[in-house]
């Protein structure tokens, strides 16, 4: 183990002592706990809670304690296989555990100290945490007078897998007050909690705290540092660095340096302290508790947000040959690649088309792809020179555009699956083929290759695109011409290529195989924009979207049943029209309800306000509910905020309770628990009289409240 000195900082212990007082301290705790294995099964223990998906225990070291007396609890934490617990300081989510003491007389318990924690990632992630029982220990003072120590806790915890849920529990533990008495069995207990905690650093160490970046030094020896094969620093606080980072070691003349980045918009760093988790050459690890000095380098609580955007400098031409390689590139991002399906169409089909034909099909889907992108820049520059903060791609932040692309997709889709004609250049292959129509298809695929490549950013194109929405709108236009010039080169290019019309195998039956097999990337196109659809807008309005995905099939199922008559056909539009107008009118923006429309006023769940309002006799409907919680805010604009179940409460005066448990709420959890619920949602109903609630299902149906309401009151 390596030691520094605060007033010698090149004192050198050597490493030679650091391996014999680690091995002598190793060799003490085996024979410690070794000589406590045996009792550890039967120490007595304080309390012992079984929740849902953890265990909670509490021991003292002391089965009875003299007046005034310091002494140890331990409280051991052992989650459910496969989650985990949280460190003091959990990391990019999760909570540390919470301890609430009630205590007699002048008794104290103080804060819970914490063995060192590890690395938890969760996809993007990183947690601090514990997958394996933990105990941590909390630092007691037995009272003066009295014959005992009586304290009432009131503790909750986060046990986590992917989901989480919380725990929380209420208990008393009595510890005899008297003459002392150490807590044999218990020691093996301690001793293991000891040893898992971090060593004292005798080392001088500073934190400097800067806008982008964290730098941990610890000043020591040059033989101590060259043992160091690596480094991690565990922040106490908040603001210091980014959790899911990687930290980087740095060997200096006077110790080591372990660097890290800090994220934009971090709140103010207010502590230094963490701890060190060193790893030598050979494999072995120690850590330290450290008490840097804070140094503070920038200001971090300037607002990111109000920076001026940096204007990108770039020669033009530097500009245009940016956006034509980006363009280029495009062709093989994800959300172009769908595409390739329809360009691959025209490219099968060219040993029966003329070279003139061919090159007018490969200007056409230039024409489409340059028309679309002139379009949607003119549409930008509009929206930002009206203050409205754009981007490229911005128009699939528009949820209508989204859904009329996602069946715009899905009909290209059924097209190719043979459900019904769209013309896109191969249709009636081996007979005469007009130009026009292979013009009008290639036209088509330019336009759909602009539209779903717009999301989409290749290299080279940032800076192009940068430097050209900072430009006068002439330059803009210059561009963005060769980005589009750029995502159509290679098939302009393949259209003046008589080598592949010559390598193309002749038409035939297999072409129809083949043009059927080609509408599925087409399809996933249409789900990843239905997935883009839900996001921004919730469950409601993609059940939307799905019907009218539906009417737009009926609607084309129904034409190929005309037969020509008109009054069917008629109807056929009529459906696709009203399946088109349901998204463009968004039925699922609804607007906020008020006592004053009608609508009954919440009050906030309290279980003391809940108490009094049984005993008022008022029948009570509580619903405990999260912003986070699809499933939540589904039922509540389908059941809960709808104008028949508003009617019933006003009707039979039923009082209406909200629980919110966006954040974390102590008293809502544990009425989750009581009624076992890991999360929510939670429904309740309290007929007039009862203490006990009707709990309804987590689905509900329009009329499930007011159809509940209905029986109870017959």
């Known amino acids: 183990?390596?030691?520094?000195?605060?007033?010698?900082?090149?004192?050198?212990?050597?490493?030679?002592?650091?391996?014999?007082?680690?091995?002598?301290?190793?060799?003490?705790?085996?024979?410690?706990?070794?000589?406590?294995?045996?009792?550890?099964?039967?120490?007595?223990?304080?309390?012992?809670?079984?929740?849902?998906?953890?265990?909670?225990?509490?021991?003292?070291?002391?089965?009875?304690?003299?007046?005034?007396?310091?002494?140890?609890?331990?409280?051991?934490?052992?989650?459910?296989?496969?989650?985990?617990?949280?460190?003091?300081?959990?990391?990019?989510?999760?909570?540390?555990?919470?301890?609430?003491?009630?205590?007699?007389?002048?008794?104290?318990?103080?804060?819970?100290?914490?063995?060192?924690?590890?690395?938890?990632?969760?996809?993007?992630?990183?947690?601090?945490?514990?997958?394996?029982?933990?105990?941590?220990?909390?630092?007691?003072?037995?009272?003066?007078?009295?014959?005992?120590?009586?304290?009432?806790?009131?503790?909750?915890?986060?046990?986590?897998?992917?989901?989480?849920?919380?725990?929380?529990?209420?208990?008393?533990?009595?510890?005899?007050?008297?003459?002392?008495?150490?807590?044999?069995?218990?020691?093996?207990?301690?001793?293991?909690?000891?040893?898992?905690?971090?060593?004292?650093?005798?080392?001088?160490?500073?934190?400097?705290?800067?806008?982008?970046?964290?730098?941990?030094?610890?000043?020591?020896?040059?033989?101590?540092?060259?043992?160091?094969?690596?480094?991690?620093?565990?922040?106490?606080?908040?603001?210091?660095?980014?959790?899911?980072?990687?930290?980087?070691?740095?060997?200096?003349?006077?110790?080591?340096?372990?660097?890290?980045?800090?994220?934009?918009?971090?709140p103010t760093a207010e502590t230094a302290a963490g701890v060190l988790l060193l790893t030598y050459h050979d494999g072995t690890t120690d850590a330290f508790a450290m008490e840097p000095m804070l140094k503070v380098t920038a200001d971090q609580t300037a607002p990111q947000v109000a920076e001026a955007a940096p204007v990108v400098s770039l020669p033009l031409w530097e500009a245009a040959v940016f956006a034509l390689i980006g363009g280029v590139i495009l062709n093989l991002m994800p959300c172009v690649f769908p595409i390739l399906s329809l360009k691959a169409f025209a490219f099968v089909s060219a040993n029966y088309k003329t070279a003139a034909n061919r090159q007018k099909e490969g200007w056409a889907y230039t024409l489409g792809i340059w028309l679309s992108f002139m379009v949607i820049v003119a549409s930008l520059l509009v929206l930002r020179a009206g203050g409205t903060a754009v981007g490229w791609g911005f128009q699939l932040q528009e949820p209508v555009f989204v859904g009329l692309m996602t069946l715009l997709m899905l009909m290209v889709a059924l097209s190719l699956s043979g459900m019904f004609n769209i013309q896109f250049g191969i249709e009636g292959a081996g007979q005469s083929l007009a130009a026009r129509e292979g013009v009008r298809g290639a036209f088509f695929k330019g336009i759909l290759a602009a539209l779903v490549a717009t999301p989409c950013t290749a290299p080279f194109m940032a800076p192009a695109i940068g430097f050209a929405l900072t430009q006068p709108v002439l330059i803009v236009l210059m561009v963005f011409s060769f980005l589009a010039l750029g995502l159509a080169l290679p098939f302009l290019a393949l259209s003046y290529s008589p080598a592949l019309a010559r390598a193309m195998p002749r038409p035939g039956p297999w072409m129809e195989k083949v043009k059927e097999g080609l509408a599925f990337p087409m399809y996933l196109t249409a789900a990843w924009l239905l997935y883009v659809f839900t996001r921004e807008t919730g469950a409601v309005a993609m059940l939307v979207l799905l019907a009218a995905i539906i009417g737009i099939v009926f609607a084309i199922w129904i034409g190929k049943q005309s037969g020509g008559r008109l009054p069917v056909r008629i109807l056929a539009w009529a459906i696709a029209a009203f399946s088109v107008y349901s998204i463009i009118s968004k039925p699922w923006q609804e607007p906020a309800h008020t006592a004053a429309e009608g609508y009954v006023e919440e009050i906030a769940y309290s279980g003391a306000e809940l108490a009094t309002i049984l005993e008022s006799g008022k029948p009570v409907f509580v619903y405990f509910t999260a912003d986070w919680c699809i499933t939540c805010k589904v039922n509540e604009r389908i059941a809960v905020l709808t104008d028949t179940t508003q009617q019933v409460f006003r009707e039979t005066g039923t009082v209406v309770m909200k629980g919110d448990w966006t954040n974390r709420n102590a008293e809502i959890a544990a009425v989750l628990a009581k009624h076992g619920r890991a999360g929510v949602p939670l429904y309740l109903y309290y007929p007039v009289g009862a203490s006990a609630p009707i709990v309804l299902p987590e689905i509900l149906g329009p009329s499930s409240i007011s159809n509940l309401i209905a029986n109870q009151k017959g």
């Open 1 to 266: 183990m390596l030691y520094g000195n605060n007033q010698d900082k090149t004192l050198d212990y050597g490493p030679k002592r650091g391996e014999e007082v680690k091995s002598l301290l190793q060799g003490l705790i085996t024979i410690c706990l070794a000589l406590g294995l045996t009792s550890l099964a039967e120490a007595k223990e304080l309390a012992r809670v079984e929740e849902s998906h953890s265990t909670l225990v509490i021991d003292a070291d002391m089965q009875s304690v003299s007046p005034g007396q310091p002494f140890w609890l331990a409280v051991t934490i052992t989650p459910r296989s496969g989650w985990h617990s949280y460190w003091k300081n959990a990391g990019d989510s999760g909570a540390s555990p919470a301890f609430d003491w009630t205590l007699d007389g002048d008794a104290t318990i103080g804060e819970p100290q914490f063995p060192v924690p590890r690395q938890l990632p969760l996809g993007p992630l990183t947690n601090y945490g514990y997958d394996a029982p933990v105990t941590l220990l909390l630092p007691a003072k037995a009272p003066v007078s009295g014959s005992s120590l009586t304290a009432s806790l009131e503790a909750e915890w986060l046990i986590c897998e992917v989901e989480c849920v919380p725990q929380v529990t209420e208990l008393s533990l009595t510890l005899p007050v008297g003459e002392a008495k150490p807590d044999g069995e218990a020691q093996a207990i301690f001793n293991a909690a000891r040893a898992a905690m971090p060593d004292p650093s005798f080392w001088s160490s500073d934190l400097t705290v800067g806008a982008k970046d964290t730098s941990l030094t610890v000043y020591m020896a040059p033989s101590e540092a060259e043992e160091v094969a690596d480094a991690y620093f565990f922040p106490d606080g908040v603001g210091v660095l980014d959790y899911a980072a990687a930290q980087s070691l740095e060997r200096a003349s006077d110790g080591i340096k372990v660097h890290a980045k800090r994220p934009s918009g971090a």
